[in-house]
Nanobody, 118 residues
Framework: QVQLVESGGGLVQPGGSLRLSCAAS????????MGWYRQAPGSQRELVAS???????QYADSVKGRFTISRDSAKSTVYLQMNSLKPEDTALYYC????????????WGQGIQVTVSS
């Protein structure tokens, strides 16, 4: 399993920005895809964004145009830049790793809180 450590969450006003970081314990080249999930109280966990070994990325419709997932392979770190934040973006955000095409996202970080409120 991959060890993942998130950082960068916190409290931000609506319209503001935050950047989340996720440091992996192995090279990103050994991971098929990295993803950011979020879960708000009373809601199902949602895949917000993912980035693949090839460099391609995917986003949930709710964050397209506002969030950007990126990576720094030299640091084995994946980022989630969140702009134009809305109160409905408030959630616990998790970083996850999918090591092969055939497996699910099986390695998870501890989660980090993002709160969007005035």
């Amino acid at each position: 399993q991959v060890q993942l450590v998130e950082s960068g969450g916190g409290l931000v006003q609506p319209g503001g920005s935050l950047r989340l970081s996720c440091a992996a314990s192995i090279s990103l080249f050994g991971i098929y895809a990295m993803g950011w999930y979020r879960q708000a109280p009373g809601s199902q966990r949602e895949l917000v964004a993912s980035i693949f070994r090839t460099g391609s990325s995917q986003y949930a419709d709710s964050v397209k145009g506002r969030f950007t997932i990126s990576r720094d392979s030299a640091k084995s770190t994946v980022y989630l830049q969140m702009n134009s934040l809305k109160p409905e973006d408030t959630a616990l955000y998790y970083c996850a790793a999918k090591q092969t095409l055939q497996t699910d996202f099986g390695s998870w970080g501890q989660g980090i809180q993002v709160t969007v409120s005035s």
